[in-house]
């Protein structure tokens, strides 16, 4: 009788363990974007607090960063990004649900370098599409790095430019994502 | 028997934590990425200044800010002036952003040759999601006149050049849309025209600004001076405009019974009416540079 009870406890005690152990996050992941036209003109910015969430069992994963935190090199730039562009009082999160759909092909367990494919829909400034790359998971001493490039169209995501502005701005950007994940406990 | 029946309770209750991990769950609710920040409320206004006086709103750190302002002729003049524009003074200034809540500024008026400056700080940054829900901003600041002493024969102090004020700007940021302020201000002056003209200048102002889109805003400010000298014929100053922005520029657009682009002079030399056209169109423009280009480092 008390057996049976001590098995229950530790059986419902480590399977809720093994599937913690699936789950790996960070808070503090980066994201780098880039839209420069004109040379004379870097467009670019760094978040430094993306939030990421895989689950290596299903491969599903997410991504979520707060628009006001791009921080540019010039503070107008940076106004006029959350004020005139992505309007970020009205849409102040970017997300990414995805998957990666060779999951199989990466053992999270063991260190080495793995390609992933990853699926799954971006929601920015209120309009989601759909957006797939191929990135870069290297597993290391129990943790697990993420590293992807990937472009999309401000058009796609009805970001006006306007035509003073044409040809400092490019309607494709370059995102780079590298997020260092640790286990969720 | 119990054993069994526990058994399977057992199964049960392993099933169940097994399925409380089932697919499609929001992963990030796992880290507490659900819950609203604390964070700032920026933004109040396009410029650090309403129109004639300071904004809750300062400029950013590294940032150098040139303002060119421009006041024509009264436009109750008619077509001979060109509705006031072949008149016009101006001040030409440069803020300087030096920390997140501190600015200062220094310009000179071609009205009386006048210099000024002045330091700004923000003591509470409005916030939402926690915080206060407004900004407390002061402002200290002074004016020089430098022309050459009208009367010679009598003894003239340095002083007498000067005046100082300051400020304290209460505003918050409503909404997206709207901003308001108020700001209660004492002027004194060293040496004052008549005697019957306060040394020290009581005036409590209001401004805001209504957000049309984008790049577009509404501005209004005025000034409600509490012991005026009477006799001396000046008003209350009172500023209507756009602002517009462009890119790198910010446009200040503005009708206004005020020439004066400072805190004694427009709060002691403004003597148009509204009520009798007396008003003159007016400009700000505002080129900001950012002077440290800092490299920001990441974790």
């Not at chain 2, 407390?136 to 102090?157: E, H, I, P, Q, Y």
Request: with cysteine; hydrophobic share 35%.
């Amino acid at each position: 009788m008390k057996k049976t009870i001590i098995t229950l406890v530790a059986l419902a005690i480590t399977s809720s363990q093994l599937l913690a152990q699936d789950k790996y996050f960070t808070k503090t992941g980066t994201i780098f974007f880039e839209c420069t036209k004109s040379p004379l003109e870097k467009i670019e910015a760094t978040n430094g607090n993306t939030t990421c969430v895989v689950d290596t069992k299903t491969g599903n994963m997410q991504f979520a960063v707060q628009m006001k935190g791009f921080e540019f090199k010039r503070a107008l730039m940076q106004e006029h990004f959350n004020e005139n562009y992505v309007e970020s009082h009205k849409f102040p999160k970017a997300e990414f649900k995805g998957q990666v759909s060779n999951n199989g092909d990466i053992n999270y367990a063991k260190d080495g370098e793995y390609t992933a494919k990853v699926k799954g829909k971006l929601t920015m400034h209120g309009e989601t599409r759909d957006v797939e790359t191929s990135g870069k998971v290297s597993v290391k001493g129990g943790k697990v790095n993420l590293l992807a490039t990937f472009q999309i169209l401000l058009s796609d995501f009805k970001v006006s430019i306007p035509s003073v502005v044409s040809d400092k701005i490019s309607n494709t950007v370059n995102i780079k994502v590298d997020c260092a994940l640790e286990p969720l406990k | 028997m119990p054993s069994i029946r526990l058994q399977l309770f057992g199964i049960l209750f392993t099933l169940t934590s097994l399925s409380s991990y089932a697919q499609d769950e929001d992963l990030l609710s796992l880290v507490g990425d659900d819950k609203p920040k604390k964070e700032h409320v920026d933004y109040a206004f396009k410029s650090s200044r309403v129109i004639m006086s300071q904004s809750m709103e300062l400029i950013r750190p590294g940032v150098m800010d040139f303002r060119i302002l421009h006041r024509f002729g009264s436009i109750d003049k008619g077509a001979y002036e060109m509705f006031g524009l072949d008149n016009a003074t101006m001040r030409m200034g440069l803020d300087f952003g030096i920390t997140k809540n501190f600015m200062l500024g220094v310009g000179r008026s071609t009205n009386k040759k006048e210099f000024d400056g002045f330091l700004k700080y923000r003591l509470v940054h409005q916030s939402k999601n926690g915080g206060l829900p407004f900004s407390v901003v002061v402002v200290a600041g002074g004016t020089l006149n430098s022309l050459k002493w009208a009367d010679t024969t009598r003894k003239n102090f340095f002083t007498s050049r000067m005046a100082y004020y300051g400020q304290i700007i209460i505003g918050s940021k409503l909404s997206e849309s709207i901003t308001l302020q108020v700001m209660p201000t004492v002027l004194h002056r060293n040496l004052v025209p008549d005697f019957a003209d306060p040394s020290d200048l009581i005036a409590v102002g209001v401004g805001g600004r209504i957000r049309l889109s984008n790049r577009v805003s509404l501005t209004a400010d005025y000034l409600y001076r509490v012991n005026p000298n009477k006799a001396d014929g000046t008003r209350d100053p009172l500023s209507i405009g756009f602002d517009i922005e462009t890119g790198g520029h910010v446009f200040q657009l503005h009708f206004s019974n005020a020439l004066g682009m400072n805190e004694r002079s427009f709060l002691t030399e403004t003597t148009g009416q509204w009520g009798k056209g007396e008003i003159q169109f007016g400009f700000n423009i505002m080129r900001a540079f950012q002077i440290n280009k800092k490299e920001k480092k990441n974790k």
